[in-house]
Structure formats: C-alpha cells, structure tokens
C-alpha cells in the first residue's frame, strides 16, 4: 500500500480514505510526501474561475489524512501548506475550512 501511495495511485489513496476503517500509522509518511506532490500538481488551481468544482477530488486526500491522524499520523506541515493554497482558490473555503479543522484537532492533542 505504501507503494501505491508512494505512486500516486489514485485507486489506493481513495480505497484508504473511503473504504479502509482504520489503515496504520505505518502509511502516514507516506500519505505525507503524497500530501506533497499533490500539492505541486494543482498548483494552477488556484488561478481557475471554477477552483470549488474539483472539491470532491481534493477532499479524499483530507479524508485520508484525517483517517491517519487518528492512528498517530502527522501532517501539520503539509496541511497548513494546503490550508494556505486552498484559502487563495475560489469555491474551496469548505475544504479550507475542513483542513484548519484537522490542523487544529492535531494540535490539541
């Protein structure tokens, strides 16, 4: 699983954030480094018009990470990069919101 989230297989980051009840704390650093690369790779989304059509395919990486954050994962930083690039993009301050919610769970911790 490590792998396939190491590949930026998308079938394996939404099976771990919709169907998988408690994946291990071992996917975490992974999980963080795809946070990452993700990140890069829609980086022009925060110049679209239409941004806030593309939540449902961003939120699954939120969903993951707050599935691993319950397991001991950790994602501060890679979260609050996102939180930063979501606040810029047009239509996703629910997801914003959601992200500042997870960064804000994890520090109370």
Not at 13 to 21: D, F, G, M, P, R
Not at 95 to 101: D, E, G, Q, S
């Amino acid at each position: 699983m490590i792998e396939l989230i190491d590949q930026d297989c998308e079938e394996a980051i939404s099976y771990i954030a919709k169907l998988y009840e408690n994946p291990p704390a071992k996917l975490a650093p992974a999980w963080g480094r795809m946070l990452a690369r993700k990140l890069k790779k829609w980086d022009t989304l925060q110049y679209d018009e239409h941004a806030g059509n593309w939540e449902l395919n961003l939120k699954t990486y939120f969903v993951g990470a707050q599935k691993l954050q319950l397991t001991g994962g950790s994602f501060h930083n890679e979260l609050l990069s996102w939180h930063t690039f979501l606040q810029k993009c047009k239509g996703l301050g629910n997801l914003a919101a959601f992200v500042k919610n997870l960064l804000e769970k994890k520090s109370k911790s």
